[in-house]
């Protein structure tokens, strides 16, 4: 007996990968509803059309109807991109497994692949997925930063899931966005009270009580995170707080590993305490850290002194 060679979940993502490569995933979608039928329309053996078809049924992307397959809804967010909340988690998954596979490349020439066309829908379809415990956690988080608060602006929060939690809580709530990812965001917040604003953040955020942002630091340079500080304090009332909920390399599990994940997809790096203590204090800020109960994410607290 042998220790099998890689987990499940990566093996579920490379039958994902193998099948979209094989244009398998394509021929489910429209006519095709056997293994037969896939490997006519693919080119594919058939031993290797009625091993994938088999799998992707076994892992319940597909379910057997009758004689024929049929995409299940685990699949549906390969099939359409129109409403984010039917994405799911696989598109973007599979997303970010084309950026590691690119890896050497963007290694050496300092420069990821160009994004899919839909990798700003399947991102934000993957933020609508994220756990119910782990946004009320965050949430929770910033609460206390500043239990008397009574308007918050959530940065870069896609589909608002964190704004939606803050307006369960009763504050008024402002989204701030990029442009392109707002656009795609806008119809689940249009039937909200959230304020949606698409002006971008890194130099001006609303004034508000409380700024919230989650995995935000690593998106951005130095100077990036510097600025949008700043912004952050301009905002804010004497006493007022920023929250920001992140990975830090000595204080997250693994945070090496997401370090070149960040790399491969055109981020920029995992910083340590001493980095965003920096940060922070320049911008006029008093840090705490603390951790975010369930989670591998450290939440650093900046409460406004100037």
């Known amino acids: ?15 994902l990968w193998a099948a979209r490569e094989c244009e398998v995933l ?24 009625d091993t994938l078809v088999t799998a992707l049924a076994d892992r319940g992307l597909v379910e057997q109807v ?14 359409t991109k129109t409403d984010l909340r039917s994405i799911g988690r ?33 991102e934000l379809g993957t933020e609508w997925s994220r756990d119910d415990t782990t946004v ?11 239990p008397d608060a009574d308007s918050v602006v959530v940065l870069r929060d896609g589909p608002g899931r964190h704004a939606r939690e803050f307006l369960a809580r009763g504050f008024e709530v402002t989204l701030v966005e990029t442009p392109e990812r707002a656009d795609a965001a806008a119809p689940l917040l249009r039937p909200t009270e959230v304020r949606l604003e698409t002006g971008g953040y890194v130099d001006s955020i609303p004034q508000t009580d409380l700024v919230c942002a989650v995995d935000l630091t690593r998106r951005h340079t130095p100077e990036e995170n510097r600025a949008w500080l700043r912004a952050a304090q301009a905002a804010l009332e004497p006493g007022g707080a920023v929250v920001a909920v992140e990975p830090l390399r000595d204080h997250t599990p693994d945070a090496a590993l ?7 997809t055109g981020g920029a790096r995992i910083s340590e305490e001493a980095t965003v203590r920096e940060w922070f204090e320049n911008a006029g800020f008093a840090l705490d850290l603390e951790p975010v109960p369930g989670t591998d994410r450290v939440a650093l607290v900046g409460r406004r002194v100037q």
């Open 136 to 146: 009320r956690a965050t949430v929770t988080a910033a609460v206390r930063a500043h």
């Open 26 to 49: 394509d021929a489910l979608a429209t006519s095709a509803g056997t293994p037969e039928d896939v490997a006519t329309e693919t080119g594919i053996t058939p031993v290797a059309a």
């Open 90 to 122: 696989l598109p973007h998954a599979l997303d970010t497994f084309d950026a590691w596979l690119a890896l050497p490349e963007t290694a050496r020439t300092g420069t990821p692949p160009d994004p899919s066309e839909y990798a700003t829908r399947n």
């Open 66 to 79: 009758g004689d024929e397959y049929e995409p299940t809804n685990r699949l549906l967010g390969f099939l």
């Open 1 to 15: 007996m042998t220790d099998d060679a890689l987990p499940t979940g990566a093996r579920e993502l490379l039958v």
């Open 258 to 264: 997401l370090d070149v994940e960040t790399l491969a």
